[in-house]
């Protein structure tokens, strides 16, 4: 099962570019450290579509280690076939689905890692199975639940299969892999599943 959820991801995602640094000391790893949280979760029979406004996620225990904002403006592929997020926030990508409780896409949010300079989306590394991702939209809030999460070849979309098909309630969040303060060939991949 991880496998194939991985193979869509790729499938349904082209690769992130683009995250490279510019300075010249690698950061330090990112951790699952507690910062304050900005949405509240209250539960909600329905939510309609809608752009992600903020992101956070959190551990399985409820502790929150990322809340940031998201790009207003959705991305789209670039001529290359490349997603590339204007700036450091983590973007939509406007070509997948739009969160809500009957989305009958998926929904993609892509972020940049650096290994040279801070991004929200750095700390896709540390994100476990069970984590909970929580975004805030105007039409209301969605909790996803985390099934797997790691690396994945970048690359652009593949040819047609089964795993393209669109899953109602996946969330896949993915960012440039960066490891020991460097770029890899990877884009790192978050599946989570509408709770």
């Known amino acids: 099962m991880r496998r194939s959820v991985f193979a869509f991801a790729v ?3 082209v690769l992130v570019s683009g995250c490279t640094g510019t300075e010249s000391a690698p950061l330090p790893a990112a951790d699952r450290s507690a910062v304050d949280a ?3 979760v209250t539960p909600q029979a ?3 579509p809608a752009q992600p406004e903020w992101i956070e996620l959190r551990s399985a225990d409820g502790v929150t280690f990322l809340s940031s904002p998201v790009s207003p403006d959705g991305i789209y592929r670039n001529s290359d076939q490349v997603l590339n997020p204007v700036d450091e926030l983590p973007a939509w990508w406007a ?10 896409q998926t ?4 972020g940049h ?3 040279k300079r801070d991004a929200p989306f750095k700390v896709l590394a540390v994100v476990k199975p069970g984590d909970t ?10 909790e996803y639940a985390v099934e797997s999460v790691g690396p994945l070849p970048k690359g652009s979309l593949l040819g047609d299969n089964d795993l393209r098909q669109q899953v109602p309630g996946r969330l896949i969040l993915a960012n440039c892999d960066v490891r ?3 770029p890899t060939n990877d884009n790192f991949i978050v599946v989570a599943q509408l709770k």
Request: hydrophobic share 45%.
């Open 107 to 110: 929904v993609v949010v892509a």
């Open 95 to 104: 070509e997948s689905g739009l969160p809500g409780t009957d989305t009958a």
């Open 133 to 142: 991702v929580v975004l805030k939209t105007a039409a209301g809030t969605l």
């Open 46 to 48: 329905s939510v309609e």
């Open 180 to 182: 020991d303060g460097e």
């Open 113 to 115: 890692n650096y290994s």
């Open 11 to 13: 499938a349904a995602l």
């Open 38 to 40: 900005r949405i509240s």
